[in-house]
């Protein structure tokens, strides 16, 4: 018998919550190759309000995901590359059809992106000792240097090559120290960005930790790196915009602002990665009378 198909509703994912753009607006994602069950699919346009509103779910969970263990924040980005190993064939076909690669260039996309998340999980509990240090100092006192998260990130993820692994790259290190993040993916590829929402929502990750708001870099970035409660702000796919002017936007609130990177190495997997977003915090203490 037939029956009628079910086509997927590709909505944002703000706040650990499914919702369609404030103002209503959607936009064309088109297949490129046949074996997809539509020719094409709407995925929700964000604008300055969606942008807002997942800088305020941001804020709300830094708290909560900074306050968590090293091996707790691994555990749970471990169980990210759990789930999306479960659902790799759907990923895979996501890709293939709207991103015009043969299935397996697509399955060895979705692979690496699950390798990276366990490559990331593993530091979790690691990196503060790699990156802090106890500093010589001449006196009766302790002096200790510990890296900690700078608070929400807003990202622009890779818009040209794999929109997964791309996504992946710029998202996973961000996440490690314990920042919250605001991402825009790729805007003609958002589909796996987006199915990756539903990841997230099934591995533990705290509402609000991420936030994916498919549409225009070029017309959410801007409210993102001036936007006073954003911390820091990743212009890792922004290279095809007018990256010098966010950044001037960001000089005004004082963000961290990491520069575009371009080729098939750009945001490849790096303990650098992972220290750009965090805050040096050194400490003296007193040593005891023995």
């Known amino acids: 018998m037939s029956r009628l198909a079910v086509p997927k509703t590709y909505k944002l994912y703000v706040g650990g919550k499914f919702i369609r753009s404030e103002s209503g607006r959607v936009y064309e994602v088109a ?29 709300a969970a830094v708290s909560g995901w900074s306050g968590t263990t090293g091996y707790n924040r691994g555990q749970v980005l471990y169980r990210i590359a759990e789930i999306l190993d479960g659902r790799r064939a759907q990923f895979a076909e996501e890709i293939a059809a709207f991103e015009g690669v043969s299935a397996s260039a697509a399955q ?13 999980a593993g530091w979790a509990d690691k990196y503060v000792q790699v990156a802090g240090n106890g500093n010589a100092v001449s006196g009766p006192f302790f002096n200790l240097s510990v890296p900690e998260p700078t608070g929400v990130v807003a990202v622009i993820a890779p818009q040209t090559g794999s929109s997964l692994l791309g996504f992946v790259r710029a998202v996973a290190p961000v ?20 199915s990756l929402g539903e990841v997230f929502a099934t591995s533990d990750v705290p509402a609000g930790v991420v936030n994916v708001l498919s ?26 915009l007018d990256w010098v002017d966010l950044q001037i936007a960001a000089a005004d609130t004082l963000k961290r602002v990491l520069p575009p990177e371009s080729g098939p190495d750009a945001g490849a997997p790096s303990l650098e990665r992972i220290t750009f977003f965090t805050e040096t915090k050194t400490v003296w203490h007193t040593k005891g009378l023995l």
């Open 31 to 59: 297949t490129t190759k046949g074996s997809f069950s539509v020719s094409s699919v709407n995925a929700a346009k964000a604008s300055r309000k969606d942008a807002r509103d997942a800088v305020v779910a941001a804020r």
């Open 215 to 240: 549409g225009s870099p070029a017309e959410i970035a801007p409210w993102l790196a001036a936007h006073a409660d954003v911390n820091a702000l990743d212009l890792l796919g922004a290279g095809e």
């Open 175 to 194: 996440l490690v120290s314990g920042n919250t993040v605001v991402v825009i993916p790729s805007e003609k590829a958002p589909l796996a960005a987006l």
């Open 108 to 120: 060895a996309q979705v692979d690496e992106a699950i390798d990276l998340w366990v490559w990331y």
